[in-house]
């Protein structure tokens, strides 16, 4: 798995534009790590401290099952699995993140705990990659994970994992009567919770970008420090909520599809995301041997 991981600096523009293909190079790692500098360099993250909302947050006992069968079937990370190329490749992936969200040296990163994955374009895999990062690290058994469907206007993860869209994010941003217990799903992975994206709604950006979400990341990172919190983001030049979400977080995972999103667009993404602490960039659907596209090393024949 091509990872270039680091902390992300504010960076300057370059005149040079950058209209290849994004390959797995050593000519694109780079020019990524010109943007994405080494871990141990930190920016300070600019989200202002606000109040932890004072809603207590509970949760619902009823428990969605998931179908492992159909998921494995889609190459999902399964409870099943133990040494398949998918969970090798992933755990290459979450380990730098878990790092940075528990270990004891987490470099001064605010909300480490909170990860939003995205992608440049639609298509790339951010889907992908953010459910099978939460099945990752849920899968351990002294990990607790959260993954939000935070695309609000093309949801995925709800329909992939088979429970209600309904409500969900936009309902509790909306502060109608809706509470936290009252979008979170349990699953039968004892150690994942889902919220679903919710209805569609024209204001989505925002809601997104209102106190009630800035308190309610801070709620989640500050009550729960110990559970892992996945955005599945919307694409960054695609829409302006991911831009918006990049500012709640202490990491991020950037799915760039290789030799198909332009190099000059990646180098954009990136300086999309200088407020955030961490950017962890993933090549996907990579040509490593004659078997054809992988996601990383295995998959890339599902994204959304």
Not at 35 to 47: G, Y
Not at 176 to 192: E, S
Not at 234 to 251: D, F, I, N
């Amino acid at each position: 798995m091509s990872i270039i991981e680091g902390a992300l600096n504010k960076a300057n523009k370059e005149g040079q534009q950058l209209n290849k293909p994004a390959e797995m190079s050593a000519e694109l790692a780079n020019k990524l790590e010109e943007k994405i500098n080494v871990l141990n360099k930190v920016v300070p993250a600019s989200t202002p401290v606000v109040p932890v909302v004072k809603e207590q947050i509970v949760e619902n006992q009823e428990i969605d099952e998931l179908d492992w069968d159909k998921l494995s079937e889609l190459g999902f990370v399964t409870p099943g699995d133990s040494n398949t190329q998918t969970v090798e490749e992933f755990r290459n992936i979450k380990h730098p993140l878990v790092s940075n969200a528990f270990g004891k040296g987490n470099n001064g990163i605010q909300r480490a705990n909170l990860i939003l994955v995205t992608s440049s374009l639609p298509g790339e895999g951010k889907t992908f990659t953010a459910i099978n990062l939460a099945l990752s690290i849920a899968n351990e058994r002294d990990k607790k994970v959260l993954l939000i469907d935070a695309d609000v206007a093309r949801p995925s993860v709800s329909n992939t994992l088979g429970i209600k869209g309904s409500p969900g994010l936009i309902e509790y941003l909306e502060g109608q009567d809706v509470k936290f217990a009252d979008i979170v799903h349990k699953t039968n992975m004892p150690g994942l919770r889902v919220i679903p994206a919710g209805k569609q709604h024209k204001h989505s950006t925002e809601l997104l970008s209102s106190n009630r979400m800035v308190m309610l990341a801070e709620e989640l990172s500050k009550r729960y420090p110990d559970r892992i919190v996945i955005f599945d983001s919307p694409p960054l030049l695609a829409a302006t909520q991911a831009e918006v979400l990049a500012k709640l977080v202490g990491q991020i995972v950037l799915v760039i599809e290789a030799e198909r999103t332009l190099q000059s667009m990646v180098m954009e993404s990136v300086e999309k995301l200088a407020s955030c602490d961490v950017v962890l960039a993933v090549f996907n659907k990579t040509q490593t041997s004659s078997e054809g596209a992988h996601y990383g090393y295995g998959y890339g024949q599902y994204s959304h």
